[in-house]
């Protein structure tokens, strides 16, 4: 099989913009689960090009990228990649849907409050919230966060991040030699 990662630009842990970053993720994505716009491009329907996709945010201190990783057959690989990049494409181009976007921002909430559900995931994650300067009650002003991020607020963020990406390609020798 062939594999392909894209990096793209992205923001850092601290951003006020990471709300908003989990929610444009969720879109194209599905946040933690296999659907958004790559799955249902590239997987839904008739479509079958390729054995997993996916793309996920990486927040450091310093900064962060927007990375989507796809693994498929090689003589897929370009078509592949022409689709990734129509779907991210349509943040930049395209009016988002209304319902769609709801739906993506409450899968955020909901992927949130289901990591918290015992105490020791709330106790973990308050401090390590603390820790890294968001404050042990992040936790509760990102929901608040989440449900204040708009359309708008996508677009700006698509606007900045997805001008502009590495690729990196990992393809099999196609001429069968082994070592």
Excluded at 85 to 109: C, G, H, M, W, Y
Excluded at 136 to 157: A, S
Excluded at 158 to 172: D, H, N, Y
Aim: with cysteine.
């Amino acid at each position: 099989s062939a594999g392909l990662m894209m990096a793209f630009n992205g923001i850092g842990l601290l951003s006020p913009d990471r709300p908003a970053f989990d929610v444009l993720d969720a879109l194209v994505s599905g946040i933690t689960y296999p659907s958004g716009w790559l799955q249902q491009a590239l997987r839904g329907g008739d479509n079958d090009l390729v054995y997993a996709v996916h793309a996920f945010p990486r927040y450091a201190l310093d900064g962060g990228n927007f990375l989507v990783i796809a693994q498929c057959y090689p003589q897929n690989l370009d078509v592949v990649k022409d689709i990734i990049l129509t779907q991210l494409k349509r943040l930049l181009n395209e009016p988002l849907d209304q319902a769609e976007f709801e739906r993506a921002r409450d899968s955020v909430i909901v992927n949130h409050e289901m990591n918290l559900e015992t105490n020791f995931e709330q106790a973990a994650s308050a401090a390590l919230n603390e820790l890294l300067g968001l404050g042990y009650e992040y936790d509760q002003r990102y929901i608040e966060e989440v449900r204040k991020v708009t359309i708008k607020d996508l677009k700006r963020l698509a606007q900045s991040c997805f001008q502009s990406w590495l690729l990196v390609e990992t393809v099999p020798d196609r001429q069968g030699k082994t070592s």
